[in-house]
């Protein structure tokens, strides 16, 4: 799913949902939207993100400078922190007791 987050971000997929994507889709864009997404899931669950942010805002600004691999680097970094998060997150929605 993070590979390839068809449907799980803002932006049609230029073909058939259940093939593989086209080649004009712009997988670091998308991957970049995704960890956004989860950043602010996790925020929202009171959870600190800070320090993930600013990797994803320095994952934008690579892409935007035209270095994707820094920027899939990152990414990749910032959605394993998430999911680092996630895993210890196993109370309810808000800040801890």
Known sequence: MTEWPRGLVDYTPSGPPDEAPSPDEDRDLNRL???ARLLGHLRARGLSTDRAVRRLREADRA???GDRAKCTRLVED???????LLGEDAGPPGPAP
């Open 33 to 35: 939207h995704l960890a």
């Open 63 to 65: 892409l935007r400078s």
């Open 78 to 84: 910032v959605i394993a922190e998430a999911e680092g």
